[in-house]
């Protein structure tokens, strides 16, 4: 599990146009990497959208947002063209990433345990370092917690 002050795992992902972009490849730049369930869910949509409001202001600060899910980078495509976001989603379809986190975590529904994607945010500085951890992250006013905490790095 990665924590605050730890050095970011340099894990590959898939992008949607099936580039492989590692974590270390941000390097140099402030980079805030969000982990979420699925795409085209309520709470996953919503987070995105919220993160793409708010894409111009991370750009100001100089902040990459980056979205992960275990979603093909055909899945990506789709809820990227279908919402019109602005935030890059990559894939984690090995689930390294979600190990490398320590996202991949037991969960229970009306009673059902199974294994999924923890939503949870990490906001990694300019040298790799995590800087703060977001874990269980409630939607509602995170992408706006993120953004100020971004502003406060140089």
Known sequence: MVN????????ALTGADGATVKVGDFKGQKLVLYFYPKDGTSGCTR???DFTALAE???????FVVGVSKDSPKSHAKFTDKYGLKVRL???EDGAACEAFGTWVEKSMYGR??????RATFLINREGVVERAWRKVKVP???EEVLEAARELP
């Open 57 to 63: 202001e991370f750009d100001k600060s100089g902040t």
């Open 47 to 49: 987070e995105a959208q």
């Open 4 to 11: 605050e002050g730890d050095i970011a795992p340099d894990v």
């Open 141 to 143: 006013g995170h992408a």
């Open 113 to 118: 345990k199974y294994m999924g994607i923890e």
């Open 90 to 92: 990559l894939s984690d």
